[in-house]
C-alpha cells in the first residue's frame, strides 16, 4: 500500500526555522518525482516545490526562493522541506505528493506549519 | 504566472443532477490540465489527468474535456460523496497553479 507520511510541522515564531519530512513507503520512491504543497487555512492549493527522481533539479514558487530547500534522501525513502526564514503568510498545511498530474499521482495526509508569535 | 479561473465558485445541485464545471487558463496550457476533488479534512485525490484522461478507481461518471484555454469537468450522475470542492491545476509552465476551486454543495 502506497503512504506518505509527513512529519515535523508544529507551532514557530515568525523568523523561525522548521524542517519538514516525508516518509514513503509501498513504492518505489526514487523512479518518482516529488513535490510539496500547501493550503492555507480555508484557501486554496499551493504547490511549493519539486524535485526529480535523483534531486538533481529543483523548482521553487517565487514566494519561497532563497527560504525553503527541498531535498531527498532515495536510501531512507524520505522527502524533505528545510523552510527558514518562516512569515506569517507560511501558516499552512504541508502536503507531500508523489507525480503530480499523473496517473501515479498521491497524497499525504499533511502537516499544519504555524508562524505566530 | 498562468492564472487559472474557475467557474462557478459554487454550484448548488441535488443528487442525480448533472454537474459542468469550468477552468479557464490566462495562457494555453495545452492538455496539461488536471481535475482533484477534495473533502473536509482531506488530502486532495487526483479525478483527471491531461484534461480528459480519468485517473486510476475514479467513476466513469466523471469526465474532462477540453485543450488550450478552456476546459470543463463533468460529473453525469452527481452522487452524494460527491459533493466537495473542486480544483483544476496546470503543470504546463512553472510555477505550477491551482484555480481557486468550484465547491459543489447539495441543494
Redesign the interface.
Known amino acids: 500500500e502506497v503512504q506518505l507520511v509527513e512529519s515535523g510541522g508544529g507551532l514557530v515564531q515568525p523568523g523561525g526555522s522548521l524542517r519538514l519530512s516525508c516518509a514513503a513507503s509501498g513504492f518505489t520512491f526514487s523512479s518518482h518525482w516529488m513535490s510539496w504543497l500547501r493550503q492555507a487555512p480555508g484557501k486554496g492549493l499551493e504547490w511549493v516545490a519539486h524535485t526529480n527522481q535523483d534531486g538533481s533539479q529543483k523548482y521553487y514558487v517565487d514566494s519561497v526562493k532563497g527560504r525553503f530547500t527541498i531535498s531527498r534522501d532515495n536510501a531512507k525513502n524520505s522527502l524533505y522541506l528545510q523552510m527558514n526564514s518562516l512569515r506569517a503568510d507560511d501558516t499552512a498545511v504541508y502536503y507531500c505528493a508523489r507525480a503530480m498530474a499523473s496517473n501515479s499521482n498521491y497524497w499525504g495526509q499533511g502537516t499544519l506549519v504555524t508562524v505566530s508569535s | 504566472e498562468i492564472v487559472l479561473t474557475q467557474s462557478p465558485a459554487t454550484l448548488s445541485l441535488s443528487p442525480g443532477e448533472r454537474a459542468t464545471l469550468s477552468c479557464r487558463a490566462s495562457q494555453s496550457v495545452s492538455s ?1 490540465l ?1 481535475w ?1 476533488q ?1 473533502k473536509p479534512g ?5 479525478l483527471i ?2 484534461a480528459s ?1 480519468r ?2 478507481g475514479i467513476p466513469a461518471r466523471f469526465s474532462g474535456s477540453g485543450s488550450g484555454t478552456d476546459f470543463t469537468l463533468t460529473i453525469s450522475s452527481l452522487e452524494p460523496e460527491d459533493f466537495a470542492l473542486y ?1 483544476c ?1 496546470q ?1 504546463s509552465n ?8 468550484t465547491k459543489v454543495e447539495i441543494k
Do not use: E, I, K
Open positions: 496539461y488536471a482533484y477534495q482531506q488530502a486532495p485525490r487526483l489527468y491531461d484522461n485517473a486510476t480544483y491545476h503543470h512553472w510555477p505550477h497553479t491551482f484555480g481557486g476551486g
